[in-house]
Protein backbone atom coordinates (compact mmCIF):
# COMPACT_ATOMS: atom_id res chain seq x y z
CA UNK A 1 0.00 0.00 0.00
CA UNK A 2 1.23 3.41 -0.68
CA UNK A 3 1.61 5.47 2.23
CA UNK A 4 1.94 9.15 2.93
CA UNK A 5 2.83 10.28 6.14
CA UNK A 6 3.08 13.79 7.18
CA UNK A 7 5.21 15.23 10.05
CA UNK A 8 2.40 16.50 12.16
CA UNK A 9 -0.75 16.25 12.85
CA UNK A 10 -1.64 19.30 14.84
CA UNK A 11 0.94 22.45 14.61
CA UNK A 12 0.16 25.89 16.40
CA UNK A 13 3.00 28.71 15.77
CA UNK A 14 2.83 32.56 16.47
CA UNK A 15 2.66 34.97 13.84
CA UNK A 16 5.81 36.06 11.97
CA UNK A 17 6.93 32.49 12.96
CA UNK A 18 8.51 30.50 10.08
CA UNK A 19 6.84 26.82 9.79
CA UNK A 20 7.87 23.44 8.12
CA UNK A 21 5.19 20.87 7.08
CA UNK A 22 7.28 17.85 5.78
CA UNK A 23 5.88 15.04 3.74
CA UNK A 24 7.41 12.00 3.30
CA UNK A 25 5.68 9.15 0.20
CA UNK A 26 7.34 5.75 0.04
CA UNK A 27 6.36 4.28 -3.18
CA UNK A 28 8.95 6.05 -5.22
CA UNK A 29 6.35 8.53 -6.54
CA UNK A 30 7.34 10.94 -9.13
CA UNK A 31 4.66 14.19 -8.44
CA UNK A 32 4.07 15.51 -4.94
CA UNK A 33 1.46 18.14 -3.99
CA UNK A 34 0.58 20.44 -0.98
CA UNK A 35 -3.18 21.48 -0.56
CA UNK A 36 -5.08 23.60 2.13
CA UNK A 37 -8.43 22.82 2.69
CA UNK A 38 -10.84 24.87 4.24
CA UNK A 39 -14.85 24.53 4.82
CA UNK A 40 -16.45 25.46 1.50
CA UNK A 41 -13.78 25.76 -0.05
CA UNK A 42 -12.25 22.56 -0.65
CA UNK A 43 -8.84 21.47 -1.28
CA UNK A 44 -6.71 24.19 -2.98
CA UNK A 45 -3.41 23.60 -4.83
CA UNK A 46 -0.71 26.06 -3.35
CA UNK A 47 2.29 23.86 -4.99
CA UNK A 48 3.46 21.05 -6.87
CA UNK A 49 6.63 19.15 -7.82
CA UNK A 50 7.13 16.68 -10.93
CA UNK A 51 10.76 15.87 -10.14
CA UNK A 52 13.44 16.40 -7.70
CA UNK A 53 14.24 20.27 -7.42
CA UNK A 54 11.24 21.18 -9.77
CA UNK A 55 8.46 22.94 -8.58
CA UNK A 56 5.41 24.51 -9.81
CA UNK A 57 2.87 27.03 -8.40
CA UNK A 58 -0.58 26.18 -7.61
CA UNK A 59 -3.51 27.82 -7.20
CA UNK A 60 -2.45 29.67 -4.17
CA UNK A 61 1.10 30.24 -3.87
CA UNK A 62 1.45 33.73 -1.94
CA UNK A 63 3.09 33.26 1.20
CA UNK A 64 4.39 29.51 0.45
CA UNK A 65 7.15 27.82 -0.49
CA UNK A 66 8.50 24.25 -1.19
CA UNK A 67 11.34 21.84 -1.36
CA UNK A 68 12.03 18.91 -2.67
CA UNK A 69 15.21 17.82 -2.52
CA UNK A 70 15.19 14.11 -2.46
CA UNK A 71 12.06 12.10 -4.64
CA UNK A 72 10.43 10.86 -1.34
CA UNK A 73 10.06 14.02 0.83
CA UNK A 74 8.44 17.59 -0.10
CA UNK A 75 8.38 20.47 2.28
CA UNK A 76 6.11 23.33 2.56
CA UNK A 77 7.37 26.15 4.25
CA UNK A 78 5.46 28.80 5.54
CA UNK A 79 8.03 31.71 5.20
CA UNK A 80 5.91 34.45 8.04
CA UNK A 81 2.83 32.28 9.58
CA UNK A 82 0.32 34.83 9.30
CA UNK A 83 -3.32 33.95 11.11
CA UNK A 84 -5.16 33.72 7.87
CA UNK A 85 -2.86 30.78 6.98
CA UNK A 86 -4.63 28.44 9.58
CA UNK A 87 -6.05 25.69 7.98
CA UNK A 88 -5.60 21.59 7.69
CA UNK A 89 -2.91 21.22 4.90
CA UNK A 90 -2.71 17.96 3.00
CA UNK A 91 0.17 16.73 1.12
CA UNK A 92 -0.57 13.92 -2.07
CA UNK A 93 1.93 11.93 -4.77
CA UNK A 94 1.22 10.20 -7.56
CA UNK A 95 3.07 8.04 -9.91
CA UNK A 96 2.97 9.99 -12.94
CA UNK A 97 2.74 6.80 -14.61
CA UNK A 98 -0.32 7.90 -16.66
CA UNK A 99 -3.17 10.47 -17.21
CA UNK A 100 -5.18 8.83 -14.77
CA UNK A 101 -2.74 8.02 -11.90
CA UNK A 102 -4.76 8.45 -8.39
CA UNK A 103 -3.28 10.90 -5.95
CA UNK A 104 -2.28 9.33 -2.36
CA UNK A 105 -3.32 11.55 0.63
CA UNK A 106 -1.46 11.98 4.20
CA UNK A 107 -4.01 12.13 6.88
CA UNK A 108 -3.29 16.18 7.09
CA UNK A 109 -1.80 18.32 9.53
CA UNK A 110 -3.97 21.17 11.28
CA UNK A 111 -2.17 24.07 11.40
CA UNK A 112 -3.26 27.24 13.74
CA UNK A 113 -1.55 30.30 13.79
CA UNK A 114 -1.87 32.26 16.88
CA UNK B 1 -9.07 29.38 -13.79
CA UNK B 2 -10.14 26.08 -14.02
CA UNK B 3 -13.32 25.16 -11.78
CA UNK B 4 -15.39 22.71 -11.18
CA UNK B 5 -18.44 23.66 -9.07
CA UNK B 6 -20.24 21.34 -6.45
CA UNK B 7 -23.92 20.97 -4.59
CA UNK B 8 -25.06 20.60 -2.54
CA UNK B 9 -22.20 21.91 0.48
CA UNK B 10 -24.33 19.54 2.92
CA UNK B 11 -26.45 16.33 2.68
CA UNK B 12 -28.35 14.52 5.54
CA UNK B 13 -29.88 11.43 4.11
CA UNK B 14 -31.79 8.67 5.89
CA UNK B 15 -30.31 5.29 6.11
CA UNK B 16 -30.82 3.32 2.67
CA UNK B 17 -31.84 6.14 1.04
CA UNK B 18 -30.42 7.63 -2.22
CA UNK B 19 -27.36 10.28 -1.74
CA UNK B 20 -26.86 12.61 -5.10
CA UNK B 21 -24.36 15.07 -5.05
CA UNK B 22 -23.86 17.16 -8.42
CA UNK B 23 -20.89 18.81 -10.11
CA UNK B 24 -20.40 20.66 -12.97
CA UNK B 25 -17.24 21.73 -14.91
CA UNK B 26 -16.38 24.18 -17.74
CA UNK B 27 -13.10 22.96 -19.10
CA UNK B 28 -13.76 20.27 -21.86
CA UNK B 29 -10.02 19.92 -22.09
CA UNK B 30 -10.89 17.61 -18.63
CA UNK B 31 -10.98 13.99 -19.63
CA UNK B 32 -10.63 11.92 -16.18
CA UNK B 33 -13.56 12.88 -12.96
CA UNK B 34 -12.39 11.16 -10.46
CA UNK B 35 -14.37 11.23 -6.91
CA UNK B 36 -12.79 10.84 -3.16
CA UNK B 37 -14.09 10.39 -0.13
CA UNK B 38 -12.88 11.66 3.35
CA UNK B 39 -13.46 10.47 6.06
CA UNK B 40 -12.64 12.52 9.67
CA UNK B 41 -9.21 12.58 10.53
CA UNK B 42 -8.27 11.13 7.29
CA UNK B 43 -7.04 12.32 4.05
CA UNK B 44 -9.12 11.86 1.06
CA UNK B 45 -8.87 8.56 -0.90
CA UNK B 46 -10.01 7.52 -4.17
CA UNK B 47 -13.73 6.11 -4.25
CA UNK B 48 -14.71 6.05 -8.27
CA UNK B 49 -13.39 7.81 -11.36
CA UNK B 50 -15.59 7.92 -14.98
CA UNK B 51 -13.92 9.03 -18.60
CA UNK B 52 -16.01 11.17 -20.79
CA UNK B 53 -16.67 8.62 -23.02
CA UNK B 54 -19.16 6.63 -20.32
CA UNK B 55 -22.20 7.97 -19.51
CA UNK B 56 -22.37 5.93 -16.19
CA UNK B 57 -20.16 3.80 -14.30
CA UNK B 58 -21.25 1.77 -11.17
CA UNK B 59 -18.82 0.23 -8.38
CA UNK B 60 -21.42 -1.68 -5.50
CA UNK B 61 -23.56 1.61 -4.04
CA UNK B 62 -21.37 3.83 -5.94
CA UNK B 63 -22.41 5.55 -9.34
CA UNK B 64 -21.48 8.00 -11.33
CA UNK B 65 -23.41 9.59 -14.12
CA UNK B 66 -21.72 11.74 -16.55
CA UNK B 67 -23.77 14.20 -18.91
CA UNK B 68 -20.89 15.05 -21.78
CA UNK B 69 -23.15 17.84 -23.33
CA UNK B 70 -24.57 19.17 -20.11
CA UNK B 71 -20.76 19.33 -18.39
CA UNK B 72 -22.37 17.91 -15.51
CA UNK B 73 -21.44 14.49 -13.58
CA UNK B 74 -23.14 13.31 -10.32
CA UNK B 75 -22.50 10.44 -7.77
CA UNK B 76 -25.32 9.04 -6.45
CA UNK B 77 -25.26 6.54 -3.10
CA UNK B 78 -28.15 3.89 -3.28
CA UNK B 79 -28.91 2.63 0.07
CA UNK B 80 -26.77 4.73 1.94
CA UNK B 81 -25.25 3.46 5.05
CA UNK B 82 -23.83 5.83 8.10
CA UNK B 83 -20.77 4.30 7.18
CA UNK B 84 -21.10 5.96 4.39
CA UNK B 85 -20.84 9.57 6.46
CA UNK B 86 -17.70 11.14 5.12
CA UNK B 87 -17.08 14.54 2.92
CA UNK B 88 -16.86 13.73 -0.89
CA UNK B 89 -15.08 15.93 -3.67
CA UNK B 90 -15.35 15.43 -7.11
CA UNK B 91 -12.27 16.40 -9.24
CA UNK B 92 -11.27 16.54 -12.88
CA UNK B 93 -8.25 16.23 -14.51
CA UNK B 94 -6.62 16.89 -18.09
CA UNK B 95 -4.80 13.46 -19.36
CA UNK B 96 -0.93 14.15 -18.78
CA UNK B 97 -1.41 16.96 -17.00
CA UNK B 98 -0.80 16.35 -13.23
CA UNK B 99 -2.91 19.03 -11.63
CA UNK B 100 -6.38 18.19 -10.27
CA UNK B 101 -8.64 20.72 -10.06
CA UNK B 102 -11.06 19.67 -7.00
CA UNK B 103 -14.90 20.62 -6.38
CA UNK B 104 -15.72 22.29 -2.91
CA UNK B 105 -17.02 18.94 -1.40
CA UNK B 106 -20.42 17.73 0.04
CA UNK B 107 -20.78 16.65 3.74
CA UNK B 108 -22.80 13.84 3.68
CA UNK B 109 -24.57 12.39 7.03
CA UNK B 110 -26.13 9.32 6.93
CA UNK B 111 -28.80 9.04 9.86
CA UNK B 112 -30.26 5.94 10.97
Known amino acids: DVKVTQSSRYLVKRTGEKVFLECVQDMDHENMFWYRQDPGLGLRLIYF???????EKGDIPEGYSVSREKKERFSLILESASTNQTSMYLC?????????????FGPGTRLTVL | QQQVKQSPQSLIVQKGGISIINCAYE??????FPWYQQFPGKGPALLIA?????SEKKEGRFTISFNKSAKQFSLHIMDSQPGDSATYFCAAKTGGYQKVTFGTGTKLQVIP
Open chain 1, 92 to 104: ASTSGAGGRDTQY
Open chain 1, 49 to 55: SYDVKMK
Open chain 2, 27 to 32: NTAFDY
Open chain 2, 50 to 54: IRPDV
